[in-house]
């Protein structure tokens, strides 16, 4: 499926994106040094990196535009397309890999019809991977926003997300593709 | 504050823990216990004390080690010795906690060992568990023992005591403490730790920067997240002795963004420590000043190397550079810097406390000390383990790991990650040093130890590290660019049954293209999966290309999977679990697949409880 790289941010979201570079402005320097710190402070409000806030990132630091955004595409923690409101993270790691995380992926992108780096259509999930949590002795895991899942096996993955999904009545299954 | 009417106070609420007049409750609440359920664990026994009506205490401690039997508790009454319960769920803690505080019985069967003044009828001395008794904790000597979170815990153990010993010599003297220690930096290099001070120390400048590299990129290795977490004020006292020795006034604490937990107990160590006049201008006293900043990293595994590092905490995009120069003379913003790892300033702390001397009596003629292991993957006992440099890896997998789980043959061991190589279990007899590793074509690294049985296939690992190290190439060098692709997508088609003989000479000449021609140790050392899997599993990748099989059952293409009717008792748990509806068979009599629909998802492989569902 072919996606603009860099979404903007819908009409709604545009007083929410004023207030964080308000406090922005007076929490950073403008520093090239706090590039970084600034893209993840944005991200971390946001859920994704808006095309807007990039540009106005580059105008608090004076860096140009392409240092901007070839900074933050060239980190695997930025996205750069909105976020559903669970993001399901799966460890690839090689503890996670030898304990069939493949597998747990795999039936995960089939049970919410998303792969990794998309979210579902009813907005519920972003699917991601990432490369270790840090958790590897309770191999494999699986973190939902913040809270980290061990030593998971498929049905035990797949009744978290249904008990999610369950919770919100109204997209359901039905409206999916 | 002075320091001594800190520490008094310290030991003194100290003491007064250890001789509670009530109950104390420990809960390990690292990032896995918690993913494991300790935050219920603790609400249970907060809530079953108050229902007791006693008063108690309870605290959240690191890990212990035992990591395998989170989520873990370890209860103590009044002169007693700490009980260990692990796996625990609400119900169970509740039940132990009334049947030991109410009752005074600690029940046995379900305890793990004790810890303290013993013996305690029926249960095992930690320090005599098979997991812990050829270990030796340095690094890790507060984790799980002490409340991370209190500053005066770890000064009541003797913290912050190398480091006033440290300010008392001459700064050259403390390096040469740390040189005769034998250390060796402990982020996977293994490079003299006084010595590479000595050259900082040496380089001219005004201002100078040390760095901790808390980036741990290693994808199934946490020793330093563990240690971060159970252990904060190891590192951070470790840190300040090694800026004092070099001469620097500034420090930075690189740590990945993943590690939220380890982040916030850094945060409040920190507040902790300009508390107790042990950062500022003047620390302890003396004329030494010191300030620490913690830089989160954003996801890339090439930010562990320290060019790269430096790139990133500057602001820019983390590729590395060529070196000479050398970070010691032109490192952070031009800056002479030295950057060492987590467990390196850990061990620091250690050997300032108790003398180069003492370290030194642990360990081989060239490693000396102890290393830490993530060990993890296919072993019955994972966790967080240090043992003494020079153990032998059957040691660290048979008698620490308990062996295979499930009853199934060892095959290999994976140390050092993606940089790292696979040894096969007939060389698990091969000592534990930087030395004899590498001679192995692995690498000692950073501790991760994966574990692998038969039903890990040994041409697949190398293709997922391949994927992981092509994902991570920062791109700057085409060997590494496009060689890590290039095997990826050989491996990739060796994994699909499409691979030819002429594959593995190419697989081998690529590989050699990538180890040369690449600046930094991420392209250099990429192919050292390919590399001992070729050496050691030949005959495994020989089954994918000419007998288009895959014995351990990973790669789809190459196996099916087939019920045995001679085993099969027709209990029908297979065909509940299978998705796509392949499995037929009535009832009490044997069960088939049909192949045309099955997925391989192995879903009936894992649920038959008769081991009647085959690998073909
Ligand atoms: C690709 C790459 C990734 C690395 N990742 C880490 C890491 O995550 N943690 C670490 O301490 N060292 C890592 N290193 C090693 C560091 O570059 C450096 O050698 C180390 O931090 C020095 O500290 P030490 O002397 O105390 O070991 C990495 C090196 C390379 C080439
Ligand atoms: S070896 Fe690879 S990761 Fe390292 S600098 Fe070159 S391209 Fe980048
Ligand atoms: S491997 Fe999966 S798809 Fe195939 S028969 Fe078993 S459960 Fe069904
Ligand atoms: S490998 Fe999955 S948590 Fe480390
Ligand atoms: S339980 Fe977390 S590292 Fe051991």
Known sequence: MEQAIYAELPEEGRSEIEDLFNEMRKEFKGRPEELIPMLQRAQRRLGFLPEQAMLEIARITRLSAARVFGTATFYAQFRFQPVGKYIVRVCRGTACHVKGSDRLLETIVGYLHAVPGQMTPDGLFTIETVACFGSCALAPVMVINDSVYGSLNRSRALKLLGEIRNSFPLPKLASLP | ?616
Request: charged residues 25%; aromatic residues 6%; contains cysteine.
């Open chain 2, 1 to 616: 504050m002075d320091f001594s009417l800190i520490r008094e106070r310290a030991e003194k609420n100290w003491k007064a823990l250890e001789t509670l007049k009530q109950p104390l409750i420990q809960v390990g609440m690292g990032t896995c216990g918690k993913a494991a359920g300790a935050d219920e664990v603790y609400a249970t026994a907060k809530q079953t004390l108050k229902q007791m009506n006693l008063l108690g205490r309870i605290l959240q401690v690191g890990c212990i080690g035992t990591c395998y039997l989170e989520p873990i508790m370890a209860v103590r009454k009044p002169g007693g010795p700490f009980i260990y319960y692990g796996n625990l769920t609400a119900k169970r803690a509740e039940e132990i906690l009334l049947s030991y505080l109410k009752n005074d019985n600690p029940r046995p069967d379900w305890a793990v060992c004790f810890r303290g003044e013993g013996p305690v009828d029926g249960i095992p001395r930690f320090e005599d568990l098979p997991m812990i008794k050829p270990q030796v904790r340095i690094a890790l000597r507060n984790c799980g023992i002490i409340d991370p979170e209190n500053i005066e815990h770890y000064i009541a153990r003797g913290g912050y005591g190398g480091l006033a010993r440290a300010l008392r010599m001459d700064p050259e003297e403390v390096a040469r403490e740390i040189k005769d220690s034998g250390l060796r930096g402990r982020g996977g290099a293994g490079f003299p730790t006084g010595m590479k001070w000595e050259f900082a120390r040496k380089a001219p400048g005004r201002m100078k920067y040390i760095i901790c590299n808390a980036d741990e990129g290693d994808p199934g290795a946490f020793m330093d997240r563990s240690l971060l977490e159970g252990d904060p004020h190891s590192v951070l006292e470790g840190m300040l002795i090694g800026a004092y020795a070099i001469g620097c006034n500034e420090g930075y604490i690189y740590i990945r963004a993943e590690y939220p937990l380890a982040i916030k107990r850094l945060e409040t160590a920190l507040i902790q420590m300009e508390e107790c006049g042990l950062l500022g201008r003047s620390i302890l006293g003396s004329r030494f000043g010191f300030e620490i900043h913690i830089k989160e990293g954003a996801g890339a595994f090439v930010c562990g190397e320290e060019t790269a590092l430096m790139a990133s905490i500057a602001g820019g995009r983390g590729m590395p550079c060529s070196r000479p120069p050398f970070p010691a003379v032109k490192g952070l913003w031009g800056n002479p810097t030295n950057i060492n790892n987590v467990e390196t300033l850990a061990n620091v702390s250690a050997i300032l406390t108790k003398g180069a001397k003492w370290f030194a009596g642990f360990g081989t003629e060239k490693s000396k000390g102890t290393k830490t292991f993530a060990l993890a993957g296919k072993v019955e006992r994972t966790g967080l383990i240090e043992v003494p440099m020079g153990i032998r890896l059957k040691e660290i997998i048979l008698e620490i790991g308990g062996g295979v789980a499930k009853g199934k043959k060892v095959k290999a061991v994976q140390t050092g990650g993606p940089s790292g190589g696979c040894i096969p279990a007939d060389l698990f007899d091969l000592p534990v040093d930087y030395e004899s590793l590498t001679a192995a074509g692995s690498i000692m690294g950073s501790g991760g130890m994966v574990v692998m049985d038969e039903e890990t296939c040994m041409v697949d690992i190398p293709r997922y590290f391949l994927s992981f190290t092509a994902e991570e190439s920062c791109g700057k060098c085409i060997p590494c660019r496009l060689g890590t692709r290039q095997m990826l997508d050989i491996l990739n088609e060796i994994c699909e049954g499409k691979g030819t003989p002429e594959d593995l000479d190419i697989l081998k000449e690529v590989s050699e293209t990538v180890q040369k021609g690449s600046l930094c140790g991420l392209g250099q050392t990429a192919p050292n999966p390919v590399q001992t899997t070729l050496r050691y599993f030949l005959t495994e990748y020989e089954a994918h290309i000419l007998r288009k099989r895959c014995e351990a059952g990973v790669c789809k293409p190459l196996f099916h999977y087939e019920i045995d009717p001679e085993t099969c008792n027709g209990c029908g748990v297979c065909s509940t679990k299978c998705s796509v509806e392949a499995i037929t068979g009535e009832k009490k009599k044997p069960h088939s697949i049909e192949q045309e629909k099955c997925t391989k998802c192995g879903a009936c492989y894992e649920a038959c409880k008769f081991q009647a569902i085959r690998i073909c």
